[in-house]
């Protein structure tokens, strides 16, 4: 019954947070930036050292009431165009709270210069459908609950909804450059994107037309440096922004090469006054599994997370048949 009550909060928050475009961040997301790469910036579709790329992660915060589970697919094409499309999905435990965003998206990477033509240009746009859905009948509210007896099921609450389900369409775009030369001590690449750029309206209140959905705003950036045969470095950074809600996270990892077909990833990022995100993975012919732990160290954050936040992601990366040459990517593999 407690975790129904906590549910029933998360669930009323979010639609604050949601109608509202209040105070803070909307958006789910993943500390696992580069697993999900469409939802950090859509010129990162297809920026990978293979012909297709698949990824799954999955995040459970607030002890496991509110599990974030997200799912993409990219391929490269011959014409300088990449392709790709993600689905990402929000929910409290049991289902009474749920985010889902769907999304097509097309990168355009012909603009190449420097030399060789190794350094990459690429604009993405990207569009698709959002959609928020709340059950009512799996929450509870004040007005059910009575002195000395609790939570009563069989009282009506006089809470009242506009709707309880609603989608919209949703687009964003992003440009994206990085170096590909190889052979190089330094790579390095950044990129901007927006989202929601066509301001789609949310239901979730009073008004008849709604609430605009806060245009979210990323910067990122990083450099992967080669130390020597085995041992590769990655300092990165992520700022986002969405209205008055702000996040910042810098991080390095090291990649050690640990064989013929095998990594090991080892590093940790900083989320700016809020949390401390160590993540480790292993890539073997292919395969990445990631597994990451954010660690809320402000009095503030440990008394919102109820424990700390996990991640495990898995991504895949293929060659096309007969096709045994490696595209140059240098970007991290998370």
């Known amino acids: 019954m407690k975790n129904h009550f906590y549910t029933a909060i998360l669930a009323t928050g979010m639609l604050l947070l949601t109608g509202l475009g209040a105070m803070a961040q909307t958006d789910p ?24 790329r698949v990824s799954a992660i999955w995040r459970s915060q607030y002890s496991n009431l509110l599990q974030t589970m997200g ?18 999905n929000q929910s ?16 355009y990477t012909g603009v190449r210069f420097g030399k060789d033509a190794m350094h990459y240009l690429t604009m993405a746009l990207q569009g698709g459908i959002l959609n928020r859905r709340f059950d009512i009948s799996r929450m509870q509210f004040g007005d059910q609950w009575k002195s000395g007896i609790g939570y009563d099921p069989s009282t009506a609450s006089n809470e009242s909804w506009r709707t309880q389900n609603a989608s919209a369409l949703d687009m ?31 239901p979730y209140i009073t008004s008849d037309n709604g609430e605009v959905v806060p245009i979210r705003y990323n910067i990122h950036g990083g450099a992967r440096i080669v130390v020597n045969e ?11 922004r969405q209205k008055d809600a702000y ?31 160590p993540f480790a ?32 992601s898995l991504s895949m990366v293929l060659q096309r048949k007969g096709n045994s040459e490696t595209k140059a990517f240098y970007c991290p593999r998370f």
């Open 29 to 52: 997301h993943f500390s696992q930036t580069f697993i999900q790469p469409m939802t950090l910036n859509p010129a990162l579709t297809g920026a990978i050292d293979g012909d297709y």
């Open 71 to 88: 799912l993409s697919g990219e391929m490269t094409t011959n014409k300088n165009v990449n392709l790709g499309v993600n689905l990402l």
């Open 92 to 107: 409290t435990n049991d289902k009474a709270y749920s985010f889902t965003n769907a999304y097509l998206t097309m990168a």
């Open 172 to 202: 964003g775009a992003g440009l994206l450059y990085y170096d590909a030369s190889p052979n190089k001590r330094v790579n390095l690449y950044a990129g901007f994107s927006a989202f929601h750029i066509n301001k789609p309206k949310s």
């Open 230 to 240: 085995q041992i590769q470095v990655v300092p990165n950074f992520f700022y986002q």
């Open 247 to 277: 996040e910042t996270l810098v991080g390095i990892y090291g990649q050690l090469n640990a064989g013929l077909k095998t990594d090991l990833v080892l590093g940790a990022n900083w989320r700016v006054d809020e949390a401390v995100v």
């Open 281 to 312: 993975g292993v890539y073997y012919n292919g395969f990445t599994f990631g597994f990451s732990y954010d660690v809320p160290f402000t009095p503030s954050t440990l008394m919102m997370s109820r424990g700390n936040s996990i991640e495990m």
